[in-house]
């Protein structure tokens, strides 16, 4: 578990996931997955591979990552 990324942001990563912390966000946090080419949306393991919904804070992000990480493609 990292929580600095390269350029010393804020950013909590659990395997291939990644929840970036911006300053000056919206309010809109995204857990995402980095991909060999891209970076893409996490999506939970199921037959409608549904997206992982958005987030109003930071911390509610990195908790449901911890919790539902087996559950993720």
């Known amino acids: ?3 600095k990324n390269v350029f010393g942001e804020l950013e909590f990563e ?3 996931f ?3 912390h ?16 891209y970076v893409t949306d996490a999506r939970f393991a ?3 591979w549904d997206t992982v919904p958005p987030f109003n ?3 509610q ?3 449901f990552l911890k919790e539902n990480y087996k559950d993720l493609l």
């Open 18 to 20: 990644f929840v970036p």
């Open 22 to 37: 911006r300053t000056g966000c919206t309010g809109q946090y995204r857990i995402l997955k980095h991909e060999p080419w």
């Open 46 to 48: 199921d037959e409608f």
């Open 57 to 59: 804070s930071w911390i």
């Open 1 to 3: 578990m990292k929580y």
């Open 14 to 16: 659990l395997g291939n």
């Open 61 to 63: 992000a990195v908790k």
